[in-house]
């Protein structure tokens, strides 16, 4: 006989991509809401079918309202490997816990206006190619909400008025945003904000917006287009003309041009969450500025750039400045949600960096090549920041263990080339 479904039990039907981020997503958003994750599944995997217990549907609707991972939500009546035990465990399911009488419901059936929605979902796998005859698990339930995934069609990259080389993909903007736990009246900042991608999702789960970044025409939306077949940006082609295109602009707090690696803020806690995407130096330079000293002879003292001296800005520098800004300027419990690149055959995660004042919460890999990926990394800061000058002696032990990260660029092209050369290498047949 199967057991019943206890009260409190969801079933949750995930999308099957961005796997790694489903569970970091939906633990977030349990936290957010006032829930918090509990499941009789040891593991998840690649699994769309998620069993859960949340603590009442209202908990359950308001996750839906924001995950971009999951598509539908349903109060699990029963389930089983074979139509006998899911009648099995019906049966066994409250009575007084059912929207309607015991099955088999009586009355008429509404198509039009229903109240409520009931439907079986069978599981035959992950195999395209080799589908039993049979359901690997049967489900049936009361279907209480959708997700968000039509967010990623609404505000595709495609649909934007300003966009630039590196604007982040819609889903994994929004995903950004519920790792952050990003809510309404939140403080959002991007130290790196480039075309904005990252405020614009943050600013449609109701929070206030603002960011930095070195670039002057980006900033300002001048200069050339990223655009195809477009040479040059348009009048209003910038960060507040894209909130205003999805009626958000209210939450636009400002943009500035301003070099990460010397913060001008005031020492305090400003920001809810931080939530960014350093350059890399592949698509778009890592730069920094410096003294005049720096500048080689017969370089122009002002570029186009608007940047009057332009260093290399390495990437361990990029994130010991980062996790001492983020500890610093959130407010306790505050997130950093932030993309670390790295070369896939050296990859350990004592690579990643760390603070004494954030805490690891999730580290999800996405592939960019077959020998690199980039790692979203989610940080909660749980101490609160002394001065800067008591950790600025942590960076070689503590905060940043590992400097490879500075040669990612070159091993990244390396990886290019050696393809490239095995692919133009004539045949010995």
């Given amino acids: 006989m199967a057991p019943a479904c206890p009260v409190g039990r969801y079933l949750l039907l ?4 961005h796997l790694e981020f489903r569970l970091p997503e939906i633990k977030s958003l349990l936290s957010l809401f006032g829930g918090q994750f509990t499941s009789s599944q040891e593991t998840y995997g690649k699994s769309p079918f998620w069993i859960l217990t949340i603590p009442s549907e209202d908990i359950a609707r308001n996750l839906m309202k924001r995950t971009v991972c999951a598509k539908s939500i349903f109060e699990l009546w029963g389930h089983g490997k074979s139509p006998e035990e ?14 309607l009488e015991f099955l088999p419901f009586e009355g008429k059936v509404n198509l039009k206006k229903p109240q409520h929605i009931f439907s079986i979902l069978e599981d035959y796998g992950l195999d395209p190619n080799c589908i039993p005859e049979n359901p690997n698990n049967i489900y049936f ?3 209480i909400a959708d997700g968000q995934r039509e967010l990623i069609e609404s505000y595709s990259v495609k649909r934007r008025h300003f966009i630039g080389n590196t604007s982040m993909d819609a889903g994994l903007s929004f995903i950004m945003s519920n790792h952050g736990k990003v809510k309404e009246n939140d403080i959002v900042f991007d130290p790196f904000v480039g075309t904005g991608g990252l405020l ?3 600013a449609r789960f109701g929070a206030y917006v603002c960011g930095t970044d070195i670039d002057y025409n980006t900033v300002h939306g001048v200069g050339k287009a990223s655009r195809k077949n477009q040479k040059w940006r348009g009048p209003d082609e910038n960060i507040r003309a894209n909130l205003r295109q999805y009626g958000l602009e209210k939450y636009y707090l400002d943009i500035l041009v301003s070099d990460a690696s010397k913060p001008s803020w005031r020492k305090g806690a400003y920001f809810d969450a931080i939530i960014t995407d350093p350059p890399y130096g592949i698509r778009e330079s890592s730069r920094r500025t410096g003294s005049q000293k720096d500048t080689p002879k017969g370089t122009e ?7 009057p001296v332009s260093l290399n800005y390495h990437l361990s520098d990029m994130f010991f400045d980062l996790l001492n800004f983020a500890a610093e300027t959130l407010v306790l419990g505050g997130r950093l949600v932030y993309w670390l690149p790295v070369y896939t055959p050296e990859y350990t995660e004592e690579m990643v960096p760390r603070h004494p004042c954030l805490e690891l919460i999730s580290n999800c890999e996405q592939k960019l090549s077959s020998h690199t990926s980039r790692r979203l990394i989610t940080m909660e800061k749980v101490k ?17 263990p590992y400097q490879g990260h500075n040669s990612f660029r070159e091993k ?6 050696k393809r490239i050369a095995k692919e133009e290498k004539p045949s010995q047949e």
Avoid at 89 to 98: C, F, G, K, Q, T
Avoid at 301 to 307: D, G, Q, R
């Fill in 301 to 307: 003292k002002c570029p186009e750039s608007h940047v």
């Fill in 200 to 202: 614009l999702a943050s």
């Fill in 412 to 417: 990244y092209f390396s990886g290019v080339t």
């Fill in 86 to 99: 899911l009648y099995s465990s019906l049966r066994n399911y409250p009575v007084e816990n059912m929207a």
């Fill in 141 to 143: 339930g009361r279907w």
């Fill in 384 to 400: 609160t920041f002394e001065n800067r000058d008591q950790y600025s002696h942590l960076l070689s032990d503590q905060i940043l």
């Fill in 14 to 17: 995930m999308a099957q991509e």
